[in-house]
């Protein structure tokens, strides 16, 4: 059941946060102007702001990234003192003739499916520095969400606090969305990039390792990626889609800050310089032609030639339970396959499962619930184009995917392991 929102606590919270963002940024254009370049200008910059394509924003002290949908989202990693909320950034836009319709049309655009909102506060011009801003408020099943669209230098921005309307929600807006709000700055308006200039790479490829991370079952062994460049850049992870040579870089530092941006060596370090601002640094050597980057080991992958044709079915299978003493017995996993034929044709299908029961620290067990969900099967052509699996299915859609061969035996495929079990196990021998 959902729970019921104080209409007359979020209507007070949202008449307390308008005036408080009018005070906090009532600044002249001139002052904020050289607050910015004050900051920029400062040899050593702050290490909390981080930037989400035009946004340039604060990290609030104990809250950690993520994201969905392709918004950024900022959360608290301490729900007891600030409840659970989230503080949400959307894409920049091109700005629009009517801003105040083009919020109304955001706020709906993100009640998802069965939930029902309401209005607490419709659209209303406010400033925001030099900046022409809009706010308002809606309830949606018993949260408040806090609506703020900016426009800067012809982009809009879209910012939103979604969370309780009770003394936790505004704990969080008193001591993170409000001051998050009165420090952002838009590169569009002349804020400088977080991302400096890069210097000459000194590795070119796709670099495929592995090393432990934690799941579901806990600490658990993962598949690991490097994607170096010689002109300086790097992405962490599978570019789902996408190989070196059709990532377009400069796209990805923007909306994808948090895995791509500028490397290089140093001595025994190897330094990243992220996209949204965070620098890093990992022990880094040579091992023949594998590179050790914080004690993993990565080998360099050959990209499939345009026009390769393969001959074989490829399957993976992956279950993780959840972890014990959670309150949660069971687990959840998938499958998928994929054949492709020397002749160019392809079929592809997979499923995904769950299952679990609830149980008390006594071991009673107080309900549970199964699911399953089956992809279409899917058949075509496929062809290897730009170093990327491209699947041309018979009802018209078109898919890319990130693949590499290990051996005949195992493929990767947008960084999860594939196996052929009709090849003998010796195929299995390759780099990795």
């Known amino acids: 059941m959902a ?25 002249a254009e001139g002052s904020w ?52 909320c989230t503080i949400w950034i959307a894409p920049s836009e091109k700005a629009p003739s009517d801003p105040a319709k083009w919020i109304r049309s955001k706020m709906a655009g993100v009640v998802e499916k069965g939930d029902q909102a309401s209005a607490i506060r419709e659209p209303k011009g406010t400033k925001l520095g030099p900046h022409s801003a809009w706010m308002a408020g809606q309830a949606v099943d018993g949260d408040m969400q806090i609506h703020v669209a900016v426009v800067a230098a012809g982009r809009i921005e879209h910012i939103y606090f979604n969370g309780p309307a009770d003394e936790k929600g505004q704990r969080a807006t008193n001591s993170a969305f409000i001051p998050l709000c009165d420090e952002l700055q838009f590169v ?41 460049t010689k002109a300086g850049h790097f992405y ?43 620098k890093r640094s990992k022990s880094f050597k040579q091992d023949g032609d594998a590179l050790v980057i914080g004690g993993d080991k990565f080998w360099l992958q050959e990209e499939i030639a345009d026009g390769t044709h393969m001959d074989g079915c490829w399957t993976s299978l ?24 020397k002749d160019g044709k392809f079929q592809s299908e997979g499923m995904g499962f769950a299952s679990a029961n609830f149980e008390t620290p006594a071991g009673d067990l107080t309900g549970g619930f199964s699911t399953k969900s089956d992809n279409k099967a899917k058949q075509g052509t496929y062809e290897f184009k730009g170093g990327v699996l491209v699947l041309n299915a018979s009802d018209g859609t078109r898919r890319t995917k990130n693949l590499f061969m290990l ?20 195929d299995s021998k390759g780099k990795r």
């Open 407 to 426: 051996s005949p035996r195992v493929m990767l495929l947008d960084g999860t392991s594939h196996i052929d079990q009709s090849k003998p196990e010796s």
């Open 318 to 341: 992956h279950y993780s339970s959840f972890t014990q003493g959670s309150g949660v017995v069971g687990g959840a996993g998938g499958t998928h396959s994929l054949t492709l034929t």
């Open 33 to 84: 102007n050289t607050a910015q370049g004050a900051e920029q200008g400062k040899s050593k910059r702050d290490p909390a702001l981080r930037q989400f394509d035009n946004v340039i924003y604060k990290l609030p002290a104990g809250w950690f990234v993520g994201g969905r949908n392709g918004y950024l989202a900022l959360m608290p990693r301490d729900h007891d003192k600030e409840g659970f």
């Open 236 to 278: 962490e992870g599978v570019p789902s889609g996408r190989s070196l040579q059709t990532i377009d870089f400069p796209a990805a530092f923007a909306r994808e800050g948090g895995r791509c941006g500028n490397y290089h060596v140093r001595g025994k370090e190897l330094v990243l310089d992220f996209g949204n601002g965070e």
């Open 188 to 228: 569009s308006a002349g804020a400088k990039p977080l991302l400096e200039a890069p210097r000459p790479g000194e590795f070119h490829g796709s670099y495929f390792g592995t090393g432990m991370g934690y799941g579901l079952n806990g600490i658990e062994v993962e598949n690991k990626f490097f994607f170096f």
């Open 3 to 27: 729970r019921k929102l104080d209409r007359a606590a979020a209507s007070f919270v949202l008449a307390q946060i308008a005036t408080l963002l009018v005070l906090g940024c009532s600044r």
